[in-house]
């Protein structure tokens, strides 16, 4: 059972969301400030935050990069009345796994949780070691050496950059499933930049155009990146 810590000053908020999130089957703590949970962190492990932005006496971006600079791969989700494009930005850039702005559909927030939840479980990746001695991944032509982030195609070497590297394992390793948009921001965020960038792309036409490069590349397989309407991407298992 998950324990998920909610920070949150708005104590009739906090004691509805606390109640709801119970009754989906989450063990529940609560901090209504910066201070509250920096000092609840350092006692008791938790599997997730909900974070608002608004807090008194220090701003939750503090406690976000506190987070991400003594609890690695914690993944956070902001809950904010915070709704520009710059202060989602800064929030996703910052490390944020995921952002939603008040007021907010329970349905969503159970879904969005379920979803960063996920991705923080999935265990590191390993298949058969390549020739280089690391973890690879084969699918019909394709293999995937983990260990180098190479890819070749019937033995000839793939040119990837380093974010269609990112997109294509995220892919392969959850080939026959859906990949939401939100798991390759993820991804994205969690690799270094590509040169010449500061922060990894968030907008949604980025993402279009990189899985259109990788279709292009891979368009001569039988592999197939699917577009799931609504949903995100998925290669369809040859």
Known sequence: MPTLLIVEDDALLLDALTGQLKQLEYDVCTACSVAQA????????????ILDLGLPGADGMELLTWVRGHIAGLPVLILTARD????????????ADDYITKPFNMQELQARLQAMLRRARQPAFTQPSSASGGPSTTIGALLLDHASQAATLDGTPLELTQREWELLELLVNRCGEVVTRDDVLAAWRAGPPEPGQSAPPLASNALEVYVHRLRKKLDETSLNIRNIRGLGYMLEKP
């Open 84 to 95: 520009g494009i710059d202060d989602r930005v800064a929030g996703l850039n910052a490390g």
């Open 38 to 49: 920096t000092a609840l962190l350092q006692t008791q492990a938790v599997d997730g935050i």
